[in-house]
C-alpha cells in the first residue's frame, strides 16, 4: 500500500539553528500539505503546496518557514531559526486531488527545540 | 469560516460496548468533506473514515461508522465492539469548500482521547 514517509522520525536541535524535515508524498499524487501538532493540541495547517508553488499558508507560517520540492519526489519544511515554541509533531499529508477522499499523512515528525 | 468542535475531551468505553464521539462542524458551504483520524500515542495520524457532503448514505468502514446528520451538523464517530486497540485520541475533521483560494487544507477538531477498559 502506497504510503507518505517522513524522515527523521525526532528531531532534537538547538534554538537558533536551521532544521529542514523531510517528506517523500505518494508518486502520483500532486497536492502536498504540511501541518503541525503542539503536544496535547489539535492539528494545525501551516501550507499547502501544488504545482511547484505555494497555494496557501496559514498564519503560523511566517518567513522563517519555507517549503520545496527540489527534485520531484521529496517535499521539504525548513525553520531557518528554530525558536522553542517551534517544538511540535510536524506532519506532512498529500492527496490526489484536492477533492480527494483521503488525505494520506506521513508518520510524522517529532521536534524538539532545546 | 469553517470550524470543527469535539466536545469530549476524554471518553471511556468497556471493550466489545459500542462508543459514539461527537462532532460537529460550521460551514455555510454546501460543499465539503468530513474525516476522522485515529492517532495512538505512537503518534501517527491514521485515516478511518470520510463523509461527502452530498453523500446519501451513511459512511461505514468496518468497525467504524459515521452518523452524519447534515441539518443538525453533526458527524459522529461510531466505533462497534471496541477493542483494546481502539485507545487513542481521536480527530474529526473538515475539508474547507472549493473556490478561489482554497486549496483542500484539513480543518481539525480538539480531539477526543477514547479509552478501551478491559
Known amino acids: 500500500e502506497p504510503e507518505v514517509t517522513q524522515t527523521p522520525s525526532h528531531q532534537v536541535t538547538q534554538m537558533g539553528q536551521e532544521v529542514i524535515l523531510r517528506c517523500v508524498p505518494i508518486?502520483?499524487?500532486?497536492?502536498f500539505y504540511w501541518y503541525r501538532q503542539i503536544l496535547g493540541q489539535k492539528v494545525e495547517f501551516l501550507v499547502s503546496?501544488?504545482?511547484?508553488?505555494?497555494?496557501?499558508k496559514s498564519e503560523i507560517f511566517d518567513d522563517q518557514f519555507s517549503v520545496e520540492r527540489p527534485d520531484g519526489s521529496n517535499f521539504t519544511l525548513k525553520i531557518r531559526s528554530t525558536k522553542l515554541e517551534d517544538s511540535a509533531m510536524y506532519f506532512c499529508a498529500s492527496m490526489l486531488e484536492d477533492r480527494d477522499t483521503e488525505a494520506f499523512f506521513g508518520q510524522g515528525t517529532r521536534l524538539t527545540v532545546v | 469560516a469553517q470550524k470543527i468542535t469535539q466536545t469530549q475531551p476524554g471518553m471511556f468505553v468497556q471493550e466489545k460496548e459500542a462508543v459514539t464521539l461527537d462532532c460537529t462542524y460550521d460551514?455555510?458551504?454546501?460543499?465539503?468533506?468530513l474525516f476522522w483520524y485515529k492517532q495512538p500515542s505512537s503518534g501517527e495520524m491514521i485515516f478511518l473514515i470520510y463523509q461527502g457532503s452530498y453523500d446519501q448514505q451513511n459512511a461505514t468502514e468496518g468497525r467504524y461508522s459515521l452518523n452524519f446528520q447534515k441539518a443538525r451538523k453533526s458527524a459522529n464517530l461510531v466505533i462497534s465492539a471496541s477493542q483494546l486497540g481502539d485507545s487513542a485520541m481521536y480527530f474529526c475533521?473538515?475539508?474547507?469548500?472549493?473556490?478561489?483560494?482554497?486549496?483542500?487544507?484539513?480543518?481539525f477538531g480538539q480531539g477526543t482521547t477514547l479509552q478501551v477498559k478491559p
Open positions: 460551514t455555510s458551504d454546501p460543499s465539503y468533506g
Open positions: 475533521a473538515m475539508r474547507e469548500s472549493y473556490g478561489s483560494g482554497n486549496t483542500g487544507k484539513l480543518i
Open positions: 503546496f501544488y504545482n511547484n508553488e505555494i497555494s496557501e
Open positions: 508518486s502520483n499524487h500532486l497536492y
